[in-house]
């Protein structure tokens, strides 16, 4: 990554500027560093208290499916049961929840210590190369910058791994946007384009037998493809636009 990319963004202005957070909201600064983590902990335990260890482990393993393969994507594999229905597979209801929720801890400490984290040991290095993804689609798109606002919502509404909480984070530092209205920003953009997915599921159940195992199984592996195409054709992208 060239100097040019990431001179918008200096880890040494953005550190300073988390410490002068630190000072002044002490208690805001703390909430939404480690309430993320406390909060999720204690609702993994609830639903294995009440929901029991099967659902939380479905649920689990599609935490992970979301996080490194599918994305928002995992929201169309839901069957085509309701929220109650906690003994067969996981509904698209419950997959919007969960990526909501991933999304929602996931912006709250981002948008609010992406100074902080800019620092840390390998973590530190994975978040600042996200910059190039926020030039990019900047470059490509140079409206968002001008709608600032409505160009994050859109951003972080796209399903990529270069979007969504993580990378709209960036994005928002990008558009020198506060920490409150970028967080606002990856919420609002996160109910759409999670949205878009959940609705989208639900027209499928309606022509489609989802819990039949050559849908179910078939079409994970259709969404799968999908994912890895439009994230390869992504990355072909970004990969031209650094050369320059």
């Given at each position: 990554m060239?100097?040019?990319i990431t001179d918008p963004i200096r880890v040494d202005e953005l550190h300073a500027s988390e410490g002068e957070f630190r000072r002044q909201f002490p208690v805001l600064w703390a909430s939404t560093l480690f309430g993320p983590m406390v909060l999720t902990l204690l609702a993994v335990g609830f639903l294995w208290l009440f929901a029991g260890?099967?659902?939380?482990?479905?649920?689990l393993i599609s935490t992970v499916l979301s996080l490194y393969l599918l994305g928002r994507f995992v929201i169309l594999n839901g069957s085509d049961g309701q929220l109650g229905d906690i003994d067969g597979a996981l509904s698209s209801e419950h997959l919007f929840l969960l990526v909501m929720w991933l999304d929602v801890m996931t912006a709250l400490v981002l948008a609010f210590h992406i100074g902080f984290l800019f620092r840390l040991p390998f973590v530190g290095s994975r978040i600042a190369a996200l910059v190039t993804d926020g030039?990019?689609?900047l470059d490509a798109h140079p409206w968002m910058r001008r709608a600032t606002f409505l160009g994050l919502t859109a951003f972080v509404a796209f399903?990529?791994?270069a979007t969504g909480a993580v990378g709209g984070s960036i994005f928002g530092r990008l558009l020198g946007m506060s920490r409150r209205a970028t967080f606002v920003g990856?919420?609002?953009?996160?109910?759409?384009g999670n949205g878009v997915m959940y609705v989208f599921s639900e027209s499928m159940a309606r022509w489609l037998d989802k819990?039949?195992?050559v849908i179910k199984y078939g079409g994970f592996i259709l969404i799968a493809m999908l994912a890895i195409i439009l994230e390869h054709r992504y990355r072909t992208l970004?990969?031209?636009?650094?050369s320059k």
């Open positions: 060239t100097g040019g260890g099967e659902f939380t482990r479905r649920l030039h990019f689609i399903p990529l791994t990856i919420l609002l953009g996160s109910i759409a819990d039949h195992p970004r990969r031209q636009f650094e």
